[in-house]
């Protein structure tokens, strides 16, 4: 095997000092002539010489990476906040380690604890119940910046609050002013902070329109589209006349849950959804939801922690993101139904 370029064969070959490569390599060379920069970028690339993050982090302590946690990458929602996540990191020159956690708090742990062995920068944490004894075990002790994102447990360091309570009372007043009195919710069977936010506007839209809430419309399965699937027979069973689906996910696996046992959407069992992932658009009838703009949370949370990278003394921000109803087709009015 071809041994690894260094950055002594980078000097030796642009005849200038291991120092004068580093300040060139690092963008702080604005003294050298343009004649030493031209030098040492085409040995540097005559070599395909890259720089030892590792090295260079023992001594700048930076790395140019962040960890960040998500539990399911396979959930299209972590996906596209992945995607804003790269964009605004690479943009400033920031390798994104992207971490599918799941439920465990062992793996949590783990990576959070080998993350910062490797002296990652900054951190967004996206997976749900991250204990404050971690966060300061790991985060805070090691003077790690870290951004949390509305499922965390924690209230400390800088956050970003979905709007959650909003966005399932709004869900849930757009069943109501269709009509509907019987409004089922499905939910993962342990609520992430989030998930309990959204159930609270649920509950808070029934209490406001004097209806009290069947123990048989609180359905509990995995918030996957397989625990939508499940769900559709206590659905049925339950006899109400719509759904609001914790997540998209959960929807469109209620959808065919319900197809499969002779039920038409929205005909028999109108249905709304929560987050306006891309599968929304490509189910029949098409799914209404609650949008949450995915891809600019990963913006904005990315931009947050790198803000934090540059003044890491600054008070601690939180920024509150607005949900919005996207009205398609799988809502009808209860009183037609009825005709």
Known sequence: MPKRA????VARLAEV????????????GDRFSKETINRVRTAQESLGYVPDYFAQGMTTKATKTLGVLVPDITNPFFSQFSQGVEE???RA??????????????RRTNYLQELVRRTVDGFIIAAP????DIIHQYLDQNKVPYLLMDQSASDSGDRI????FEGGQKATQYLLDHHHRKVAVILPRQHSNNIDKRLKGYQKAMINAGITVDSDWLIEHELTKKGGYEAAAEVIESRVSAVFAINDEMAI??????????KRVPEDISIIGYDNIEWCQYVQPQ?????????????VATGLLLNRLKTPDAKPQTIKMATKLIERASVIDYQEVEQ
Do not use: C, M, W
């Not at 696996?253 to 002779?262: D, I, K």
């Open 93 to 106: 020159g920031f390798i994104p380690l992207i971490y599918n956690v799941g439920t465990q708090d062992t």
């Open 253 to 262: 696996g209620l959808y065919r849950g319900l197809q499969e046992r002779g």
């Open 129 to 132: 119940n991250v204990g404050l």
């Open 287 to 299: 799914l209404t939801t609650i949008e949450q703009p995915i891809i600019e949370l990963g913006r």
């Open 88 to 90: 605004v990191a690479s």
């Open 6 to 9: 260094t950055i002594k064969d």
């Open 161 to 164: 609050i979905a709007g959650d």
């Open 17 to 28: 000092s291991v120092t004068t490569v580093s300040l060139i390599l690092n963008h702080k």
